[in-house]
């Protein structure tokens, strides 16, 4: 599967995934442990010495932490401009106007990326956690971005999904 490419700076658009043939799946970048956890579970099924298995249940899991939760009506927004792109040839100047749609309704990776940074700092904990000895946890920004990127896969995934279903392409 390609990977969507980050921006070099917050607010700036992805870029779609190149178009080349792998034979081994690309890390993804930045490295998460979701991400590393799922990558080693389909590798596993070309090796003979490693194997990693995961339960459908901490699959999803994985998959669900690894991506913004969205409201319903947040879903449907999205849903609806993806079916409002889906006649325009998967280019990326379009994927440009696809990501500027969502930006424009405050769906765009970077402002949800802000909004979950901000909802998921507990300052009573971290100051607990310090005067404990502990060391205090916060998502990692490579954690961050990893959630952002997959949330552009996702939707560069339907994206394309629906492009294939309104030209009648099923391959």
């Known amino acids: 599967m390609s990977t ?3 921006p070099q700076l917050p607010g700036r658009h992805y870029a779609l995934p190149a178009q080349q043939a792998t034979t081994k799946p690309a890390l993804p970048s930045p490295v998460s442990v979701a991400g590393l956890l799922l990558q080693a579970q389909s590798q596993s099924a070309n ?3 490693d194997f990693v298995t995961l339960s459908p249940r901490a ?3 994985l998959r669900q932490s690894a991506t913004f ?3 319903g009506t947040q879903r449907q927004q999205v849903a609806d401009i993806i079916a409002k ?5 998967i ?3 379009n994927f440009n106007r696809l990501q500027d749609d969502l930006k424009a309704i405050g769906l765009a990776p970077h402002q949800l990326l802000g909004k979950d940074l901000t909802t998921s700092f507990n300052p009573s904990l971290s100051l607990i956690s310090a005067f404990s000895g502990r060391p205090v946890t916060t998502p990692s920004f490579a954690d961050a971005q990893y959630k952002a990127t997959n949330y552009v896969q996702q939707i560069y995934s ?4 629906a492009s294939s279903e309104a030209s ?4």
């Open 168 to 171: 009648g392409d099923l391959a």
């Open 158 to 161: 339907q994206w394309k999904e």
């Open 47 to 49: 090796s003979s010495t």
């Open 4 to 6: 969507i490419s980050a």
């Open 91 to 93: 280019t990326q100047e």
């Open 59 to 61: 699959q999803q899991h």
């Open 69 to 71: 939760s969205l409201t």
């Open 85 to 89: 792109h889906k006649d325009a040839p």
